[in-house]
């Protein structure tokens, strides 16, 4: 791993060389770009690092979109996406959720899918999807390309919040989009390179990292939380859990007051954001209003002793329905 904090290199016999200026690209950023476009089963190198998820999410809509065109976006999806769509209508972009597991509206000018939805755990309808004319995006931050290479079934996009498993410590914040298309990718770096959202080399040094580790990480939360999804299916104070059967994420609904059993864990930490090593739990109400159930719990699974992590769940909704 070369980490180059430079932000200007020399020119070659006075012309630029391969890296000019740390804005247009740097060689900590491509490396870990070609690393995740390999992941991803991309054409060699189409992917690109940004300086969080919300800013990839904002440059892919400002850079292929234009006033008037419309997204259809899942319904379900991450409730910050749905934010940054709502606040970019003042410049003139629409949104219509639909159901991603069914076909996408007619009409629209792009298809927005996250595999599986955050905190909901639906997956989308890829096929319907491809079929439809308009490019298609799938946020696959909580599948991974462990799990799921949404290029190869059809998809144009797949963009991550690098901040949650492929950096997978809880200690960088960056995005990504991987593209399947030559041109797609370069109108894409092109407004990177000029409006600037770009991956610190710190940072894309982490998630490089983050990556030579993805799969024995994704593994084994799998591993925990299939076993942890049946426990709690089985549990008389859990109402619905939600869980697609791959990955370290999943919600479930208690039947007690969701508060008291997110604040009475003592191993699993109450915070936000998931795809860490250390397994989080949270109530989504908090943040998302009365588009989720008060009683929903969002449970992001991390490397813990399975065991120890049903425990810990098991004495919190104790503590809850009490
Ligand atoms: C966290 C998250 C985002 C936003 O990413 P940031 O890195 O926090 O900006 C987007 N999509 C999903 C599914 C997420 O979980």
Sequence with gaps: ?????????????????????????????????????????????????FASGSAATTALLLALLKPGDTVALAAGAYYGTGVIMD??????????EFDQTGPPPEGVDLVWLEAPSNPFLTMPDLQAAAAHPAPVVVDSTAATPIHLRP????????????????????DALAGAIVSRDAAAHEQLWRFRQRTGPTCAPDV?????????????????????????????SA???????????FGGLMSF??????????????????????????????????????RVPESLLRLSVGLEDVDE?????????????A
């Design 1 to 49: 791993m070369h980490l180059d904090r430079s932000t200007v290199w020399p020119y070659e016999q006075g012309e630029p060389g391969a890296f000019v200026y740390s804005r247009y690209a740097h060689p900590t950023g491509v490396e870990a770009e070609r690393a995740l476009a390999a992941l991803e089963g991309a054409p060699e190198g189409q992917a690109l690092l």
């Design 87 to 96: 606040e970019l209508s003042r410049w003139g972009l629409a949104h219509v």
């Design 235 to 245: 549990h008389p104070a859990v109402e619905t859990v939600r869980y697609p059967g």
């Design 253 to 290: 609904d208690v039947r007690g007051d969701a508060r008291a059993v997110e604040a009475a864990t003592r191993v699993i930490v109450n915070e936000t954001s998931l795809g860490g090593v250390t397994t989080t739990m949270e109530s989504r109400h908090r943040w998302e209003g009365d």
């Design 309 to 321: 992590l049903w425990a810990d769940l098991e004495q919190a909704l104790a503590a809850g329905s």
């Design 151 to 170: 290029l190869e079934q059809g998809a144009d996009f797949a963009l991550h919040s690098a901040t949650k498993y492929l950096g997978g410590h809880s």
């Design 204 to 232: 894309a040094a982490l998630v490089l990292r983050g990556m030579k580790t993805l799969r024995v990480r994704v593994e084994r939360q799998t591993e925990s939380a299939r076993a942890l999804a049946e426990q709690l």
